[in-house]
């Protein structure tokens, strides 16, 4: 029988094999005392199974509140344990309650973290995955060998629709690929959702029929299932291509059910983030994070950026992107949304570490501030991408295009 | 115009000040550079605003990675921000956006815990809350001047639905009042859905019609939003009361659209809840949390218990059942679901610290396991409890009662 398995960091006093049983224990047959019923042949089948343990490293203090060591001796180390797919079949929510649930509250565990996830071949007959994908929404904006180059409407909030469409025509005349509602912004006193729908389409439409190219803009839906679908569909009736939802506000269940639709692209925005991954020690990294939201069938997921506003290191992001580019299963890859704080400079180390272009570069204030006005931001983020695939340095790409220089006056530091 | 309220127990190296407004502009008009079009006008109607800064201490080394302190010094401050409601309306993924969105990802905070949520009085014009709370749940398993006692089907996973059934039989003449699936258990390969509730549903129905009292069993629908909205209505069909979901899995959204369906109570597991609180600076407390699905509309909601198998002290389990007895507009309280290596000698300080008899008191493994049996197991608690109110100390109530004996001779420390 196919068996799934996980991969935590963990921290503990105790003895590792012991600690490591327990979290077995606990998240499959057993409770904190033996109970009748609970045979050899029922464990056998259902049982989690711990797979392996590889210690990393003891310290003297523990990452978060627990069971406390006399010793002062807290080991920390990677186990792998697995479960028979008999236990949950191919639901979502049970296998991240298995795999997620009770397990974080163990007292022997003073840090828990879940890395990965493998999951066995028989998914990909229960799950398809992107509708999209990096090629997709390629075909969706027309944007090949280079990164979709998107913007997020700033101010997040308190721009009128009217306001908003002026700025989406310029950017649209400046060539810009994309464009989201920032998620802050869903349907505001000043800013309904289906005004700014209206407003926004019309010069997309126009602008489309005028160029044959169609911006990409990521409304973003989220909110309470029935008025999600409905402003799905009206996104899709306007000729809209893409939804955003913030999928972990919004919850699993019903993120699938808007991503089952299969018809519009979906943009993942994973705010709430930080309260499930800032912690080495506590939560799920962005590995194992990535393959549930991949299952899913979102198109287009947040990594950050290099050099971002926030705290994350530019190593977390590099590797983020990189999972990203592995395939899971024959499904359709799917586009890291780079963003926090980019403005085109960021270009040439996002380029050096993960050599890909596949990604949909998002600037905010990058493009919104820029000196000479949002088309030049466009254009200089634009630039800049061509002067680092050109083997240019960024004092080099300065030299030679005029709106990039002017955002690294402004923003670079 | 009305707002919302958000209370931050936040710790950074900057100045308190200059770090709130940091967040208030992250999570409103705000991005990392002025832009265009962020009128004063515009950030007077949809800016956050700091409302208050309470010191609380400072310390020397930082609770989360983030910016570093030169001088060693990491202030932790009650912070209040206030949003108004014209940013999101009645939205709530998008106020939880706003509220536990990129905020937990600013560098400059080392510590972000949502403490506390006040929400407007127009709230209650568009959620209804609980169907059921304390008062309907009592209706539906009429017991009255006691806690609700349940019990949790152990082992978790692994019973066939005839085993499942036949020990649900002899918890009902035993005299349960409510029955759950552990949340490891929905379909498993054994044990389908479908044939389980026919199976338990077929002894509850039947001792109802004995007897005139129908047990609650909260059957585990947790999964994709169709099948649990299917299942959910096999269980209204096959005449069940209840339906239980993994909130924190299934998501709010999916969650909310069971909930409206207002005929079973919604029993709430916060499996995975560990994540998002075990560290004390990083997360959402449970006061801030139970206000959220109190808006949503669960019946019962999951709150550890004293001296549980877990991490979680005393203290927070009772500041947990306590935020639960608070009112919250006009909407039926909801029942704290006491649970976590309960055997009923935890009744005493239970009642003794909360002074409250409308509790869900569930034990698994202490009814399952109990020396004279699952019926003994139950009797065991009603005994406990009974004791409890009497005035009795736990020795006085092993003096008094049989199977409370051989429990403590169990499970007692």
Known sequence: MERITATYLVETCHDLEVAANVLAGEQSSGTFVDVPNETEELKKRFSARVESIEHV?????????????????????RIRVSWSIENFGYNLPVLISTLQGNLYE????????????????????HYQGARYGVDGCRALTQVYERPIIGTIMKPSI???PEQTAE????????GID????DELMSSAANS???????????????YADKSGKKVMYAFNISGELDEMQ?????????????????????GLSATKKICDNRVLAIHAHRNGWGMMNRHPLLGIDFRAYQKIWRLVGVDQLHVNGIQNKFWESDDSVVNSINSLKEPLF?????????????????????????????????AGGGIMAHPMGPAAGVRGIQQAWKATVDGLTLEEARKEYPEFDKAAGKFGK
């Open 57 to 77: 490293e003891t310290v003297s203090e523990p990452a978060i509140p627990g069971a406390l060591s006399k010793e002062g001796k807290y080991h920390r180390a």
């Open 106 to 125: 163990i007292a022997q565990f003073t840090g828990l973290k879940l890395m990965d996830i493998d999951f066995p071949s028989s998914f990909v007959e």
């Open 158 to 160: 308190g721009m009128s």
């Open 167 to 174: 700025i989406v025509a310029t950017l649209a005349e400046a």
């Open 178 to 181: 994309f464009v989201k509602d």
């Open 192 to 206: 309904k959702f289906e005004d700014r729908l209206a407003a926004v389409m019309k010069v997309i439409n126009a």
């Open 230 to 250: 409905r402003r799905y569909e009206k996104i899709v009736e306007a000729g809209g291509t893409c939804a955003m939802l913030s999928i972990n506000t919004v």
């Open 330 to 362: 024959n499904h359709k890859n799917i586009i890291p949304v780079i963003s926090s704080g980019q403005w085109g400079g960021q270009a040439f180390e996002t380029y050096r570490r993960t050599k890909t272009l596949d990604v949909l570069y998002m």
